[in-house]
Protein backbone atom coordinates (compact mmCIF):
# COMPACT_ATOMS: atom_id res chain seq x y z
CA UNK A 1 0.00 0.00 0.00
CA UNK A 2 3.13 2.62 -0.71
CA UNK A 3 1.41 4.57 -3.41
CA UNK A 4 -1.73 5.41 -0.57
CA UNK A 5 0.87 6.60 1.63
CA UNK A 6 2.68 8.59 -0.61
CA UNK A 7 -1.01 9.82 -2.19
CA UNK A 8 -1.89 11.04 1.28
CA UNK A 9 -1.08 14.57 0.72
CA UNK A 10 -2.08 15.11 -2.28
CA UNK A 11 -5.53 13.15 -0.86
CA UNK A 12 -5.68 15.63 2.18
CA UNK A 13 -5.95 18.36 -0.50
CA UNK A 14 -8.45 16.10 -2.85
CA UNK A 15 -11.13 14.64 -0.74
CA UNK A 16 -13.64 16.22 1.30
CA UNK A 17 -13.74 13.68 3.95
CA UNK A 18 -11.47 15.04 7.05
CA UNK A 19 -7.76 13.83 7.36
CA UNK A 20 -8.37 11.28 10.74
CA UNK A 21 -11.37 9.79 9.01
CA UNK A 22 -9.41 9.07 6.23
CA UNK A 23 -6.32 7.79 8.22
CA UNK A 24 -8.61 5.74 9.68
CA UNK A 25 -10.43 3.85 6.43
CA UNK A 26 -7.07 2.89 5.22
CA UNK A 27 -5.67 1.57 8.32
CA UNK A 28 -8.85 -0.23 8.71
CA UNK A 29 -8.82 -1.10 4.69
CA UNK A 30 -5.50 -2.40 5.22
CA UNK A 31 -6.51 -5.07 8.16
CA UNK A 32 -9.57 -5.92 6.33
CA UNK A 33 -7.55 -6.80 3.10
CA UNK A 34 -4.90 -7.92 5.08
CA UNK A 35 -7.19 -10.72 6.94
CA UNK A 36 -9.25 -11.48 4.20
CA UNK A 37 -7.95 -11.31 0.65
CA UNK A 38 -9.28 -13.23 -1.87
CA UNK A 39 -8.38 -11.49 -5.00
CA UNK A 40 -4.86 -9.40 -6.11
CA UNK A 41 -5.35 -6.15 -7.98
CA UNK A 42 -3.64 -3.41 -9.68
CA UNK A 43 -4.66 -0.01 -8.83
CA UNK A 44 -2.67 3.13 -10.49
CA UNK A 45 -3.81 6.45 -8.84
CA UNK A 46 -2.99 9.75 -10.96
CA UNK A 47 -0.34 7.26 -12.51
CA UNK A 48 1.17 6.13 -9.43
CA UNK A 49 0.83 1.75 -9.24
CA UNK A 50 0.53 -0.88 -6.37
CA UNK A 51 -0.91 -4.14 -6.05
CA UNK A 52 -3.42 -4.55 -3.49
CA UNK A 53 -4.70 -8.18 -1.73
CA UNK A 54 -8.74 -7.51 -1.15
CA UNK A 55 -11.78 -9.42 -0.78
CA UNK A 56 -14.10 -6.35 -2.57
CA UNK A 57 -15.79 -8.29 -5.42
CA UNK A 58 -16.78 -4.84 -7.38
CA UNK A 59 -14.29 -1.94 -8.68
CA UNK A 60 -16.66 -0.06 -6.73
CA UNK A 61 -16.36 -2.04 -3.34
CA UNK A 62 -12.36 -1.90 -3.74
CA UNK A 63 -12.60 2.04 -4.32
CA UNK A 64 -14.38 2.45 -1.49
CA UNK A 65 -11.92 0.55 1.20
CA UNK A 66 -9.32 2.14 -0.69
CA UNK A 67 -11.32 5.45 0.78
CA UNK A 68 -11.72 6.69 -2.62
CA UNK A 69 -14.20 9.06 -4.10
CA UNK A 70 -14.91 8.79 -7.32
CA UNK A 71 -16.61 12.39 -9.19
CA UNK A 72 -18.60 12.85 -12.57
CA UNK A 73 -14.91 14.27 -13.61
CA UNK A 74 -12.59 12.21 -12.51
CA UNK A 75 -11.46 9.41 -15.09
CA UNK A 76 -11.68 5.19 -13.96
CA UNK A 77 -10.57 2.43 -16.61
CA UNK A 78 -13.50 0.46 -15.38
CA UNK A 79 -17.08 0.76 -14.50
CA UNK A 80 -17.79 0.86 -10.42
CA UNK A 81 -20.31 -2.17 -11.09
CA UNK A 82 -17.70 -4.44 -12.74
CA UNK A 83 -16.52 -7.35 -11.23
CA UNK A 84 -13.07 -7.65 -9.67
CA UNK A 85 -11.13 -11.03 -11.27
CA UNK A 86 -7.74 -11.66 -9.94
CA UNK A 87 -4.70 -9.74 -11.82
CA UNK A 88 -7.29 -7.04 -13.02
CA UNK A 89 -5.57 -3.41 -13.94
CA UNK A 90 -7.45 -0.66 -12.49
CA UNK A 91 -6.73 3.48 -14.16
CA UNK A 92 -8.54 5.87 -11.70
CA UNK A 93 -7.57 10.20 -12.22
CA UNK A 94 -8.91 12.64 -10.15
CA UNK A 95 -9.80 16.03 -11.79
CA UNK A 96 -8.74 19.10 -9.75
CA UNK A 97 -10.83 22.15 -9.06
CA UNK A 98 -9.87 25.20 -11.23
CA UNK A 99 -11.21 28.72 -10.98
CA UNK A 100 -11.03 31.05 -13.69
CA UNK A 101 -11.29 34.67 -13.09
CA UNK A 102 -11.78 36.78 -15.96
CA UNK A 103 -12.51 40.20 -16.14
CA UNK A 104 -13.73 40.07 -12.95
CA UNK A 105 -16.40 37.09 -13.47
CA UNK A 106 -15.08 33.72 -11.63
CA UNK A 107 -16.34 30.40 -13.29
CA UNK A 108 -15.26 26.74 -11.78
CA UNK A 109 -13.74 24.44 -13.96
CA UNK A 110 -13.11 20.42 -13.44
CA UNK A 111 -9.59 19.34 -15.41
CA UNK A 112 -7.57 16.42 -15.37
CA UNK A 113 -4.56 18.42 -17.44
CA UNK A 114 -1.77 18.52 -15.50
CA UNK A 115 -0.49 22.28 -17.02
CA UNK A 116 -2.19 25.09 -16.70
CA UNK A 117 -1.70 25.79 -20.85
CA UNK A 118 -2.83 22.48 -21.87
CA UNK A 119 -6.63 23.33 -19.68
CA UNK A 120 -6.76 26.67 -21.48
CA UNK A 121 -6.43 24.71 -25.32
CA UNK A 122 -8.55 22.54 -23.43
CA UNK A 123 -11.17 25.10 -22.57
CA UNK A 124 -11.08 27.04 -26.02
CA UNK A 125 -9.67 29.93 -23.57
CA UNK A 126 -7.73 32.08 -26.05
CA UNK A 127 -5.33 34.90 -24.91
CA UNK A 128 -3.86 37.58 -26.66
CA UNK A 129 -0.47 38.93 -26.73
CA UNK A 130 -1.60 42.21 -24.66
CA UNK A 131 -3.77 39.93 -21.99
CA UNK A 132 -2.49 39.54 -18.61
CA UNK A 133 -2.25 35.84 -16.86
CA UNK A 134 -1.57 35.93 -13.35
CA UNK A 135 0.29 32.70 -13.50
CA UNK A 136 3.17 31.36 -16.20
CA UNK A 137 1.59 29.38 -18.71
CA UNK A 138 3.90 25.82 -18.19
CA UNK A 139 2.25 26.56 -14.72
CA UNK A 140 1.70 23.03 -12.90
CA UNK A 141 -2.34 22.53 -11.81
CA UNK A 142 -3.22 21.53 -8.64
CA UNK A 143 -6.40 21.14 -7.08
CA UNK A 144 -8.41 24.64 -6.08
CA UNK A 145 -5.96 26.64 -8.38
CA UNK A 146 -7.18 30.25 -8.44
CA UNK A 147 -6.00 31.83 -12.26
CA UNK A 148 -6.76 35.81 -12.98
CA UNK A 149 -7.09 36.59 -16.57
CA UNK A 150 -7.22 40.20 -17.62
CA UNK A 151 -8.50 40.69 -21.37
CA UNK A 152 -6.89 43.37 -22.85
CA UNK A 153 -8.74 46.15 -25.29
CA UNK A 154 -7.56 49.35 -26.58
CA UNK A 155 -7.21 52.87 -25.25
CA UNK A 156 -7.32 56.15 -27.18
CA UNK A 157 -4.57 58.31 -25.59
CA UNK A 158 -4.38 62.06 -26.69
CA UNK A 159 -1.21 63.39 -24.69
CA UNK A 160 -0.16 67.16 -25.41
CA UNK A 161 -1.94 66.82 -28.98
CA UNK A 162 -0.51 63.52 -29.76
CA UNK A 163 -2.92 60.95 -30.50
CA UNK A 164 -1.86 57.13 -30.12
CA UNK A 165 -4.11 54.05 -29.31
CA UNK A 166 -2.98 51.79 -26.82
CA UNK A 167 -3.58 48.03 -25.53
CA UNK A 168 -3.75 47.75 -21.50
CA UNK A 169 -5.77 45.28 -18.82
CA UNK A 170 -5.62 47.92 -16.31
CA UNK A 171 -8.47 48.95 -14.68
CA UNK A 172 -7.86 53.24 -14.00
CA UNK A 173 -6.17 55.51 -15.79
CA UNK A 174 -3.57 56.00 -13.38
CA UNK A 175 -2.78 52.30 -13.61
CA UNK A 176 -3.01 53.02 -17.63
CA UNK A 177 -0.45 56.29 -17.51
CA UNK A 178 2.22 54.36 -15.41
CA UNK A 179 2.19 50.99 -17.52
CA UNK A 180 2.90 53.08 -20.64
CA UNK A 181 5.73 55.01 -19.14
CA UNK A 182 3.44 58.42 -19.29
CA UNK A 183 3.94 61.19 -17.25
CA UNK A 184 1.26 61.66 -14.65
CA UNK A 185 -0.37 65.01 -15.13
CA UNK A 186 1.24 68.16 -13.44
CA UNK A 187 -0.36 70.81 -11.27
CA UNK A 188 -1.33 72.84 -13.92
CA UNK A 189 -1.97 70.13 -16.52
CA UNK A 190 -6.13 69.08 -17.83
CA UNK A 191 -6.83 65.74 -18.00
CA UNK A 192 -10.09 63.79 -18.55
CA UNK A 193 -11.50 61.66 -17.38
CA UNK A 194 -10.11 61.56 -14.02
CA UNK A 195 -7.28 59.89 -12.99
CA UNK A 196 -9.27 57.20 -10.94
CA UNK A 197 -11.37 57.29 -13.74
CA UNK A 198 -12.44 53.33 -14.23
CA UNK A 199 -11.44 52.35 -17.91
CA UNK A 200 -13.85 50.54 -20.63
CA UNK A 201 -13.09 49.55 -24.23
CA UNK A 202 -12.55 52.46 -26.84
CA UNK A 203 -11.99 54.98 -24.45
CA UNK A 204 -10.41 58.13 -25.12
CA UNK A 205 -8.00 59.91 -22.65
CA UNK A 206 -6.80 63.88 -23.24
CA UNK A 207 -4.56 65.01 -21.34
CA UNK A 208 -3.54 69.09 -22.30
CA UNK A 209 0.01 69.83 -20.88
CA UNK A 210 -0.28 73.24 -19.59
CA UNK A 211 2.95 75.41 -18.56
CA UNK A 212 2.96 78.82 -17.43
CA UNK A 213 6.10 80.84 -17.33
CA UNK A 214 7.24 85.12 -17.16
CA UNK A 215 7.82 87.32 -19.65
CA UNK A 216 9.49 90.90 -18.66
CA UNK A 217 9.09 93.22 -21.55
CA UNK A 218 11.03 96.37 -21.74
CA UNK A 219 9.10 99.48 -23.50
CA UNK A 220 9.68 103.15 -24.44
CA UNK A 221 8.38 106.19 -22.86
CA UNK A 222 7.68 109.04 -25.35
CA UNK A 223 9.23 112.32 -24.44
CA UNK A 224 7.42 115.07 -24.96
CA UNK A 225 8.38 119.08 -25.94
CA UNK A 226 8.26 122.45 -24.08
CA UNK A 227 8.89 125.67 -25.28
CA UNK A 228 10.15 128.80 -24.15
CA UNK A 229 9.90 132.07 -25.05
CA UNK A 230 13.53 133.50 -26.00
CA UNK A 231 13.67 137.60 -26.45
CA UNK A 232 17.37 137.63 -27.62
CA UNK A 233 16.12 135.79 -30.56
CA UNK A 234 14.70 137.26 -33.47
CA UNK A 235 11.07 136.25 -33.94
CA UNK A 236 10.30 132.77 -36.17
CA UNK A 237 13.66 131.42 -35.42
CA UNK A 238 13.62 128.00 -33.00
CA UNK A 239 16.19 126.64 -31.28
CA UNK A 240 16.67 123.52 -29.24
CA UNK A 241 18.14 123.68 -25.93
CA UNK A 242 18.10 120.75 -24.38
CA UNK A 243 17.53 117.04 -26.50
CA UNK A 244 14.47 114.88 -25.49
CA UNK A 245 15.60 111.63 -23.63
CA UNK A 246 13.17 108.66 -23.73
CA UNK A 247 12.33 107.26 -20.28
CA UNK A 248 11.91 103.20 -20.03
CA UNK A 249 9.00 101.13 -18.24
CA UNK A 250 9.22 96.99 -17.48
CA UNK A 251 6.31 95.21 -18.08
CA UNK A 252 6.15 91.76 -16.56
CA UNK A 253 3.74 89.31 -18.42
CA UNK A 254 2.15 86.23 -17.11
CA UNK A 255 1.93 83.69 -20.36
CA UNK A 256 0.06 80.51 -19.85
CA UNK A 257 0.90 77.81 -22.49
CA UNK A 258 -1.26 74.89 -23.45
CA UNK A 259 0.35 71.95 -25.27
CA UNK A 260 2.98 74.44 -26.46
CA UNK A 261 0.81 77.29 -27.85
CA UNK A 262 -0.18 80.22 -26.29
CA UNK A 263 -3.97 81.00 -25.00
CA UNK A 264 -3.03 84.16 -22.43
CA UNK A 265 -0.98 86.63 -21.45
CA UNK A 266 -2.06 88.68 -18.48
CA UNK A 267 0.14 92.03 -17.18
CA UNK A 268 0.71 91.41 -13.54
CA UNK A 269 3.48 94.23 -12.80
CA UNK A 270 4.53 96.98 -14.69
CA UNK A 271 7.34 99.76 -12.98
CA UNK A 272 9.05 103.02 -14.84
CA UNK A 273 12.50 102.93 -13.79
CA UNK A 274 13.59 105.98 -16.25
CA UNK A 275 11.18 109.01 -16.41
CA UNK A 276 11.30 110.61 -19.82
CA UNK A 277 13.32 113.47 -20.37
CA UNK A 278 11.51 116.52 -22.20
CA UNK A 279 13.00 118.20 -24.82
CA UNK A 280 13.05 121.87 -24.45
CA UNK A 281 12.57 124.43 -27.73
CA UNK A 282 13.34 128.31 -27.45
CA UNK A 283 10.98 130.46 -29.41
CA UNK A 284 12.29 133.99 -30.47
CA UNK A 285 10.57 136.92 -30.06
CA UNK A 286 12.58 139.36 -30.81
CA UNK A 287 11.04 141.87 -33.34
CA UNK A 288 13.48 144.21 -35.69
CA UNK A 289 12.41 147.71 -34.30
CA UNK A 290 11.59 149.71 -37.52
CA UNK A 291 13.77 152.05 -38.60
CA UNK A 292 12.81 156.12 -38.15
CA UNK A 293 12.50 156.93 -41.59
CA UNK A 294 12.03 161.36 -42.29
CA UNK A 295 10.12 162.57 -44.97
CA UNK A 296 10.11 165.55 -46.43
CA UNK A 297 7.23 168.41 -44.94
CA UNK A 298 5.56 168.88 -47.85
CA UNK A 299 1.82 167.60 -47.51
CA UNK A 300 0.73 163.60 -49.09
CA UNK A 301 -1.47 163.81 -51.58
CA UNK A 302 -3.66 160.82 -49.56
CA UNK A 303 -4.48 163.66 -47.04
CA UNK A 304 -1.49 162.86 -44.44
CA UNK A 305 0.05 165.93 -42.31
CA UNK A 306 3.43 167.04 -43.11
CA UNK A 307 6.22 166.45 -41.08
CA UNK A 308 8.84 163.60 -40.61
CA UNK A 309 7.72 159.90 -40.90
CA UNK A 310 8.78 157.16 -38.66
CA UNK A 311 7.72 153.48 -38.57
CA UNK A 312 7.26 152.34 -35.43
CA UNK A 313 6.00 149.75 -33.19
CA UNK A 314 3.01 150.52 -31.41
CA UNK A 315 0.68 149.29 -28.52
CA UNK A 316 -2.41 150.32 -26.38
CA UNK A 317 -2.76 151.15 -22.87
CA UNK A 318 -5.79 152.56 -20.66
CA UNK A 319 -5.99 155.14 -17.83
CA UNK A 320 -6.84 152.50 -14.91
CA UNK A 321 -4.40 149.65 -15.88
CA UNK A 322 -2.75 147.40 -13.28
CA UNK A 323 -0.29 150.69 -11.04
CA UNK A 324 -1.58 153.68 -13.54
CA UNK A 325 -2.36 156.75 -11.80
CA UNK A 326 -4.65 157.87 -14.78
CA UNK A 327 -2.17 161.32 -15.15
CA UNK A 328 0.49 161.36 -17.63
CA UNK A 329 3.82 162.65 -17.23
CA UNK A 330 2.95 165.51 -18.57
CA UNK A 331 -0.16 166.12 -16.37
CA UNK A 332 -2.74 165.01 -17.95
CA UNK A 333 -5.65 163.84 -17.00
CA UNK A 334 -6.55 160.86 -18.67
CA UNK A 335 -9.42 159.45 -15.85
CA UNK A 336 -11.51 162.95 -16.83
CA UNK A 337 -11.35 162.18 -20.36
CA UNK A 338 -10.81 158.46 -21.11
CA UNK A 339 -11.36 159.65 -25.17
CA UNK A 340 -8.40 161.83 -25.12
CA UNK A 341 -5.89 161.05 -27.85
CA UNK A 342 -2.38 160.68 -26.15
CA UNK A 343 0.59 158.42 -26.42
CA UNK A 344 3.59 157.60 -25.17
CA UNK A 345 6.98 158.20 -26.39
CA UNK A 346 10.48 157.96 -26.14
CA UNK A 347 11.64 161.62 -25.64
CA UNK A 348 14.69 161.39 -27.42
CA UNK A 349 12.89 160.41 -30.78
CA UNK A 350 9.37 162.38 -30.51
CA UNK A 351 9.54 165.40 -27.81
CA UNK A 352 6.98 166.13 -25.60
CA UNK A 353 4.14 167.52 -26.28
CA UNK A 354 4.39 166.95 -30.23
CA UNK A 355 1.76 166.68 -31.87
CA UNK A 356 1.56 163.65 -33.66
CA UNK A 357 -0.30 161.61 -36.61
CA UNK A 358 -0.77 157.91 -36.12
CA UNK A 359 -2.02 155.43 -39.11
CA UNK A 360 -4.88 153.66 -38.05
CA UNK A 361 -5.38 156.24 -34.54
CA UNK A 362 -5.92 159.59 -35.87
CA UNK A 363 -4.12 163.22 -34.45
CA UNK A 364 -3.25 163.01 -30.88
CA UNK A 365 -0.57 164.60 -28.72
CA UNK A 366 2.93 162.78 -27.18
CA UNK A 367 2.13 163.53 -23.72
CA UNK A 368 3.22 160.49 -21.83
CA UNK A 369 6.18 158.01 -21.42
CA UNK A 370 6.70 154.41 -20.39
CA UNK A 371 9.52 152.35 -18.86
CA UNK A 372 9.04 150.01 -21.80
CA UNK A 373 8.62 152.65 -24.29
CA UNK A 374 12.16 153.16 -26.06
CA UNK A 375 13.01 153.87 -29.86
CA UNK A 376 10.70 153.83 -32.32
CA UNK A 377 7.96 152.25 -29.22
CA UNK A 378 4.66 154.16 -29.16
CA UNK A 379 2.02 153.57 -26.44
CA UNK A 380 -1.45 154.95 -27.45
CA UNK A 381 -4.20 155.71 -24.99
CA UNK A 382 -7.97 153.94 -25.15
CA UNK A 383 -10.91 154.40 -23.35
CA UNK A 384 -11.15 150.66 -22.21
CA UNK A 385 -9.22 147.52 -21.71
CA UNK A 386 -10.56 145.42 -23.92
CA UNK A 387 -10.06 147.58 -26.71
CA UNK A 388 -6.15 147.72 -25.59
CA UNK A 389 -6.31 143.75 -25.72
CA UNK A 390 -7.86 143.50 -28.97
CA UNK A 391 -5.46 146.49 -30.59
CA UNK A 392 -2.35 144.16 -29.80
CA UNK A 393 1.10 145.23 -31.23
CA UNK A 394 1.11 146.82 -34.58
CA UNK A 395 3.92 148.54 -37.07
CA UNK A 396 2.33 151.55 -37.84
CA UNK A 397 3.64 155.00 -39.58
CA UNK A 398 4.05 157.96 -37.32
CA UNK A 399 4.08 161.38 -38.69
CA UNK A 400 5.21 164.84 -36.46
CA UNK A 401 3.17 166.99 -37.46
CA UNK A 402 5.23 170.65 -38.27
Not at 285 to 307: A, I, M, N, R, Y
Amino acid sequence: MNFIKKRLPTLMKKYVLPIAGVLALVAFSVYIISESANSTVTVTVDGQSEEVDTKATTVGQLLDELGLEVSEYDFLSMGLEEELTDGVEIEYEQANNLYITIDGETKTYHTREAVLKDFLAENNIHLSEHDRLSHAKDQEIFNSLHVVINKAFEVTIIDGGEEKTVWTTRANLEELLKEHKIDLPKKLDKIKPKLDTELVDDETVTITRVESETEVVEEALAFGTETKNDGSMKKGTKKTVTEGKEGKKIKEFEIIYENGKEVERKLINEEVVENPVSKVVAIGTKVDEPELVPVSSSKKSDGQPKGKEYQMRATAYTADCNGCSGITSTGINLNADRNAKVIAVDPSVIPLGSKVWVEGYGYAVAGDTGGAIKGNRIDLHVPTKSEAYQYGVRNVKVIIVE
